[in-house]
T-cell receptor, first 113, second 116 residues
Framework: AQSVTQPDIHITVSEGASLELRCNYS??????LFWYVQSPGQGLQLLLK??????LVQGIKGFEAEFKRSQSSFNLRKPSVHWSDAAEYFC???????????FGGGTRVLVKP | GAGVSQTPSNKVTEKGKYVELRCDPI?????LYWYRQSLGQGPEFLIY????????DSGLPNDRFFAVRPEGSVSTLKIQRTERGDSAMYLC??????????????FGPGTRLTVL
């Protein structure tokens, strides 16, 4: 069965500093990997996705993620955080495009002024 | 265009009661998903519809939970004899099903269910 682990429950970062959120997955085949962001009162919004090809993927809002098969990781990064990036972030894995997603427990990001 | 909508946004009910949660997908999306998100956790898959039929209901926790999508558009998640443990945010998502293409799931804002 597929599973996703996000080791950090909370992360606090200063505005303008860099951010890295960790994600480790367990899946028997080539995974479809996603990062979503959830702001209070908002639905989940897709930040970026990885299916195949270049292991460094770019997403919206200045986010990027790197797929490392040897480490079963798909970490999310942003070089310079804005106050509006305060939200909860979820990593997810899917069996195939369009099929059900398995989510990690989420990482809540707090941004200090 | 309009996104996925869910009604009501909040539902408070008493233990043992029956509730219905509604999801209106993006127009033209043939795939529809229900997820449940408990406080402090990530969403968990409940059921997936392709058209009118449930293609995968492996995530439904027990037979108190049931979902329908009679005309292949709007879906209703039904919970009988609600229990306090059913309290959660219920999320709906929809996607197109274009062959050979990535079909992004678009999520609604959710219905927060509280069982007293």
């Amino acid at each position: 069965a597929q599973s996703v682990t996000q080791p950090d429950i909370h992360i606090t970062v200063s505005e303008g500093a860099s951010l890295e959120l960790r994600c480790n997955y367990s899946y028997g085949a080539t995974p479809y990997l996603f990062w979503y962001v959830q702001s209070p009162g908002q639905g989940l919004q897709l930040l970026l996705k990885y299916f195949s090809g270049d292991t460094l993927v770019q997403g919206i809002k200045g986010f990027e993620a790197e797929f490392k098969r040897s480490q079963s990781s798909f970490n999310l990064r942003k070089p310079s955080v804005h106050w509006s990036d305060a939200a909860e972030y979820f990593c997810a894995v899917g069996k195939a495009a369009g099929n059900k997603l398995t989510f990690g427990g989420g990482t809540r990001v707090l941004v200090k002024p | 265009g309009a996104g996925v909508s869910q009604t009501p946004s909040n539902k408070v009910t008493e233990k043992g009661k029956y509730v219905e949660l509604r999801c209106d997908p993006i127009s033209g999306h043939t795939a529809l998903y229900w997820y449940r998100q408990s406080l402090g956790q990530g969403p968990e898959f409940l059921i997936y519809f392709q058209g009118t039929g449930a293609a995968d209901d492996s995530g439904l926790p027990n037979d108190r939970f049931f979902a329908v999508r009679p005309e292949g558009s709007v879906s209703t998640l039904k919970i009988q004899r609600t229990e306090r443990g059913d309290s959660a945010m219920y999320l709906c998502a929809s996607s197109s099903r274009l062959a050979g293409a990535y079909n992004e799931q678009f999520f609604g804002p959710g219905t927060r269910l509280t069982v007293l």
